[in-house]
């Protein structure tokens, strides 16, 4: 089986894809192997590849001595003299040693060990080809599926798809076809195993990259992308030239390159945003097609607090909060959402004490709070069977209570959010309404009082509706700069309300609750919104 092989090396290389001398060392190695374990591994012994012969051939080498001691490794002088008269004590001479006294079963043994070289170096040349083709798309013929792992015929090696790399929804049987993206190659004793993805962000973005020129040629970039595989995906695009449009490009002829991604990924919907390097912004596109109205920002925290209008809230969520969990993912930030009415909960809402609520009273409030209802919170929350039964107070007048209670703080909550939305888009506004409490807000439902007076007369030392009606024409003329006339109409104004308010009944206020809305809107008095920085402008 050494002899003439010559054709089998070339044809072996040639079939497999192995370098001629990986084989060539094999064959040394097999036979020098072989020839060890049947002359015994004493003997020095040396195997050579005759290219001319296409012939392995064996040369045993033995020290030329003067007193011979050991045979198998020494030759007498004497002996040495009888082959080369030129032989000289030290010297090491070499004798061809016949192959075939190996026998079958060496033969056999060698036969093992060039298989087993042969495998290894096939091995090692497809884990040196696939280690270089990590994130290259490939596709394959199923196989088989092995506890829920697609095992996958690339053809020079078989790969696997683990199930957390592929898309829940598909079901694939042997004999189809099926493509992902190599992500890993590990070099294990049976041989590389190459692991493929079909649920990576990157097979989505070399997906793209295949269906839009513009990417690959470099000009449009996709700087971010974020999967749940087979429902929906997000991905952040920009572009280095100016006339072209990232979006656009990505989306293709109505919706082609965009469709033909979606169709590879199995109806997965597509997302596609604009990237920008302000973070503001980038959230606010990330996190459509909800509208933002403002933000809040944490960069210590790397958090964002987004604030939505009410009718937004549940598009920015997303369905099972998909849509907010993968622009969180897009864009690198912790975001939570909250609603515009959310805000005025919590900036004030049902926190407000009972005795700072008109029509409840001092005494009232004080047995209340020692029964554990302190805010109007405490005792909006309380069903009615518990209130019913509270001591000292009959039905009716928890009713009545309730009642104011409740008339407040909806009145508060609407005034608050109708300042908010209309100075939505100015900062410093959002900021002072923000800061507002219960006196201000009485002094706010004044027709012609907005936020640029209450500003002043805060710094003024005005800060109650009481503080107001004790001031004079000229005193409150002087502390705002205005003229004895303007000063007069305010104070007039602010009159004329107390006295409307104060003999108004609940239903007369609730009636009213869209003219002091929209009084507050019209307000002459009203600055002019400074510069805007809003979520998204």
Not at 18 to 45: P, Q, S
Not at 122 to 133: L, S
Request: with cysteine.
């Amino acid at each position: 089986m050494f002899e003439n092989l010559k054709n089998v090396i070339e044809q072996v290389g040639k079939d497999e894809g192995i370098d001629k001398k990986l084989l060539i060392e094999a064959l040394e190695d097999a036979m020098l192997t072989v020839a060890r374990k049947h002359f015994g591994f004493a003997r020095d012994i040396e195997a050579h590849y005759n290219d001319k012969s296409g012939e392995i051939e064996l040369h045993e080498f033995k020290m030329v001595v003067k007193d011979l001691f050991d045979d198998e490794i020494e030759i007498s002088l004497d002996e040495a003299h009888k082959i080369d008269p030129d032989a000289q004590e030290g010297d090491s001479m070499g004798f061809k040693v016949d192959a075939h006294e190996l026998g079958r079963i060496a033969a056999q043994s060698a036969k093992q060990v060039i298989i087993q070289k042969v495998r290894e170096a096939k091995k090692d040349i497809v884990f040196k080809e696939y280690i270089g083709r990590k994130g290259e798309v490939v596709t394959g013929i199923v196989r088989k599926v092995e506890r829920g792992d697609i095992i996958v015929d690339l053809g020079r090696t078989e790969a696997i798809i683990p199930r957390r790399e592929q898309i829940q929804s598909e079901i694939y049987k042997p004999g189809d076809r099926i493509q992902g993206v190599i992500t890993e190659v590990h070099d294990i004793a049976r041989g590389p195993q190459v692991v493929i993805s079909r649920a990576d962000e990157e097979y989505l973005i070399k997906l793209f990259s295949m269906e839009v020129p513009e990417i690959y040629e470099g000009i449009v970039s996709i700087k971010a992308a974020a999967r749940e595989p087979g429902i929906r995906a997000k991905i952040a695009v920009t572009s280095k030239d100016s006339d072209v449009d990232p979006v656009g490009a990505c989306v293709g002829m109505k919706g082609s390159r965009v469709q033909s991604v979606v169709s590879n990924l199995r109806g997965e919907k597509i997302d596609i945003v604009p990237w920008d390097q302000d973070p503001i912004r980038f959230v606010c596109n990330a996190i459509a097609p909800a509208e933002v109205s403002r933000i809040r920002m944490n960069e210590t925290a790397k958090a964002m607090e987004l604030i939505v209008q009410d009718d937004q809230l549940s598009l920015a969520i997303g369905k099972k909060g998909q849509n907010v969990r993968l622009a969180s993912r897009l864009s690198g930030w912790r975001l939570d959402i909250i609603s515009e009415n959310e805000i005025l909960r919590r900036a004030e809402g049902g926190q407000v004490p009972l005795r700072l609520i008109p029509g409840v009273g001092e005494a009232n409030s004080e047995v209340l709070k020692g029964l554990g209802f302190e805010t109007a919170q405490n005792l909006l929350d309380a069903e009615d069977d518990k209130l019913s039964a509270l001591p000292g107070f009959s039905p009716e007048q928890i009713r009545e209570i309730k009642n104011k209670v409740l008339l407040y703080t909806e009145e508060r909550a609407k005034t608050l959010s109708t300042l908010k939305n209309h100075y939505r888009h100015d900062v410093a506004s959002m900021e002072l309404i923000d800061s507002l409490d219960n006196r201000h807000l009485e002094l706010i439902k004044i027709p012609g009082i907005g936020l640029r007076l209450i500003r002043h007369l805060r710094l003024s030392g005005i800060e109650t509706l009481e503080d107001l009606l004790k001031s004079t024409t000229e005193d409150l003329g002087s502390k705002l700069a205005l003229t004895d006339d303007e000063a007069s109409l305010i104070l007039t104004t602010a009159k004329n309300f107390v006295e409307k308010r104060n003999g108004m009944s609940v239903e007369e206020k609730l009636k009213n609750m869209k003219a002091l809305e929209q009084s507050i809107l019209d307000d002459s008095l009203d600055e002019q919104p400074e510069q805007e920085v809003a979520a998204g402008s």
